[in-house]
């Protein structure tokens, strides 16, 4: 291992460029610096609490089972770049929720109603059956969480669309909006979770 690559620190997004035992240090300090196993071509995650305010150094390089000559052969042992475009680059893990959403846009009161059809953090897939401005990027996205809950309400950006599926990135999201986010897809996964039992 190449003496820079050991004392870089990476960041949460990058590719891991190799499997080892790796500190993780949190820029929020909300938790001691803690070691982790992570195998080279992971995505690093951002933490739940400091986001992306967080660092991963390697500490040393160890072999998975599936990188060691004598269980894989050669065939594993070859690094395939991943060819991944910036627009499909995504901070945030997404997870399949269906939820009735409304959005909005600046200077119209015209109120597009649809679903999503995943949900993260960091924006949201949906689908819309009414016809989307085709000059205006920036709106409000509006998502109405199961009855007794109070419904979520964020700036976001129109990232894609393709006949009614869309593409919304949320803007200007503040902590307690993304941790609203984070209970509701912990509550649909519980939901989920119950119906399927």
């Known amino acids: 291992m190449h003496p820079t690559t050991q ?3 990476f960041r949460p997004g990058e590719l891991a460029p190799i499997t080892g035992i790796y500190l993780v240090v949190h820029g929020s300090r909300h ?3 803690h070691e982790v196993v992570i195998i080279r071509g992971e995505h690093l995650p951002a933490c739940r609490t400091c986001k992306v305010d967080t660092f991963f150094q390697i500490v040393r390089p160890i072999s998975h089972i599936t990188h060691d000559w004598d269980f894989s052969g050669p ?3 070859v690094v395939r770049p991943k060819h991944e475009e910036f627009h499909d680059f995504r901070m945030f893990r997404r997870i399949h929720i269906e939820l009735p959403v409304i959005v909005q846009f600046p200077g119209s009161s015209d109120l597009i109603y649809g679903h999503s059809s995943d ?3 960091g924006g949201m897939g949906a689908i819309i ?3 989307l401005p085709s000059r205006t990027r920036g709106g409000t996205v509006k998502i109405s969480p199961p009855a007794g809950r109070k419904q979520l309400s964020f700036d976001a950006q129109l ?3 393709s006949g009614v599926r869309c593409g919304f990135e949320f803007t200007n999201i503040s902590v307690a909006g993304r941790e609203a986010i984070r209970r509701l897809i912990e509550t649909q996964k519980h939901r989920a979770a119950q119906v399927a039992d």
């Open 119 to 121: 949900l993260s953090a």
């Open 31 to 33: 938790r001691t610096p």
């Open 7 to 9: 004392n870089r620190k």
């Open 129 to 131: 059956r009414g016809q």
């Open 75 to 77: 065939n594993n042992l």
């Open 159 to 161: 990232r894609y669309q």
